[in-house]
């Protein structure tokens, strides 16, 4: 019987793998060493050489929907022991950051997130719109006055809650969205050549295996598995977790303003205050050293959609913890302006999440559940 396997290349894919950082896909010559180094890998999958033939066929929807590319951490162990300098982890970087451009519609906004000279529009943008929803509603207050510094006299809850939910709203939207079509594509092709035909997605099994996968995930326990970077995973949980904690410290002020009655501003010494004030520097700390390390890091190329979350973590850290700085050394001229910038990072952040690399924590989410989920089903 003869077997005849149709390939279509895309040779667009290919040269924007190329294009990317620097890449140049045809030197690798499939030694395989990197399938050798590679904590990930197994027996029966040769990773990442086998992705890193499939990137030099061009063989796109067979990369971006397969799982095992967000199961590496760039770790760099590949990278730097490839005979060649191919920098297969600099490869997987590239392929997860294709995946979301993929996945995360529409692709206008990708086009906006991934160009340098378009940065000026992403503050830009959100300032007209704060300013607008702003003097529309009557409720921003441009002269605050009085005797303390009270950010909800110049910019209200209200007007915070009419900006940032619709926002948040449309923002679950395009990751639903979004995993729904990763989902399907691992379902389509994941089963690999010859395979059966999957069977029917079962949703509460993924769910059940999403939830387990859940604390190895949140205590990044794959990051210690590789020799090369692994001062990075206690960098990454710093970032991690500030986040995590702002968002919770965020929460519990609007479950105090609306289930409690009770306005800020709040002392300190309060638990919350003080969570929050960790959380600023330990997120500024993070990000500072995250920025030194990668740029440390000789065996791991970093292109502007690395740089630009990073730059956003420190700015969005920077401006908050200024912010309650001017306000309690009580220089209002200051102190407002401050204010209205961090809320212009804070909607940055918000709006653009499914466009920038924070989206990984969604994507690899999902992909590595889904990983264990088809071991599963098997
Ligand atoms: S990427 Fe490097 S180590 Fe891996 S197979 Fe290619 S040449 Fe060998
Ligand atoms: S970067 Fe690390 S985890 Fe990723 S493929 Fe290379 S060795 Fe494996």
């Known amino acids: 019987m003869t077997l005849s396997l149709f390939i279509e290349p895309d040779l667009d894919f290919v040269a924007q793998i190329n294009s990317d950082a620097g890449l140049n896909l045809k030197k690798c010559y499939q030694c395989a060493t990197c399938s050798v180094v590679c904590s990930i890998s197994h027996d029966n999958k ?53 995946s979301i451009q993929e996945y995360s519609k529409p692709a206008a906004m990708h086009r906006l997130l991934n160009d340098p000279w378009k940065l000026p529009w992403l503050f830009i943008i959100p300032a007209l719109i704060i300013f607008t929803m702003g003097l529309i509603t009557g409720l921003m207050n441009l002269s605050p006055g009085g005797d303390r510094i009270v950010f909800a006299h110049f910019f209200p809850v209200p007007l915070i809650e009419m900006i940032f939910i619709p926002l948040s709203l449309g923002v679950t939207l395009v990751f639903f969205l979004g995993i729904r079509r990763f989902l399907m594509k691992m379902r389509n092709s994941y089963t690999g050549l010859g395979k059966a035909a999957p069977a029917p997605f079962d949703l509460k099994l993924f769910l059940i295996t999403l939830i387990t996968q859940l604390p190895p995930i949140i205590k990044h326990e794959r990051f210690s598995e590789c020799s090369e970077n692994k001062g990075r995973k206690i960098l990454h949980m ?58 440390a890091n000789a065996r791991q ?17 920077i401006t ?44 690899r989410t999902v992909a590595i559940a889904y990983y264990h989920y088809a071991k599963e089903e098997k």
């Not at 009770?262 to 959380?279: A, C, E, R, T």
């Open 46 to 98: 040769p990773f990442p050489r086998k992705e890193m033939l499939y990137a030099s066929w061009g063989l796109k929807d067979r990369l971006i929907a397969n799982p095992d590319i967000w199961l590496c951490y760039n770790c760099g162990d590949c990278s730097t022991l490839c005979p060649r300098d191919a920098r297969p982890g600099d490869v997987l970087n590239t392929l997860r950051k294709m």
């Open 238 to 295: 710093m970032v991690a977790f500030s986040f995590t904690s702002l968002a919770f410290v965020a929460g519990a002020f609007v479950f105090a303003l609306y289930v409690l009655n009770s306005h800020g501003p709040y002392d300190q010494i309060n638990p919350v205050k003080i969570l929050g004030n960790v959380s600023g520097i330990a997120l500024i700390a993070g990000s500072l050293l995250l920025i030194r390390e990668r740029r």
């Open 320 to 363: 908050g913890m200024l912010t309650q700085m001017l306000r309690l050394a009580d220089i209002a001229w200051a102190a407002y302006p401050m204010y209205f910038i961090h809320l212009l990072f804070a909607f940055n952040l918000v709006a653009f999440l499914p466009y920038t690399k924070l989206a990984h924590l969604v994507y």
């Open 301 to 317: 190329t970093n292109g502007y959609f690395d740089w630009y979350l990073l730059g956003l973590a420190l700015f969005l850290g």
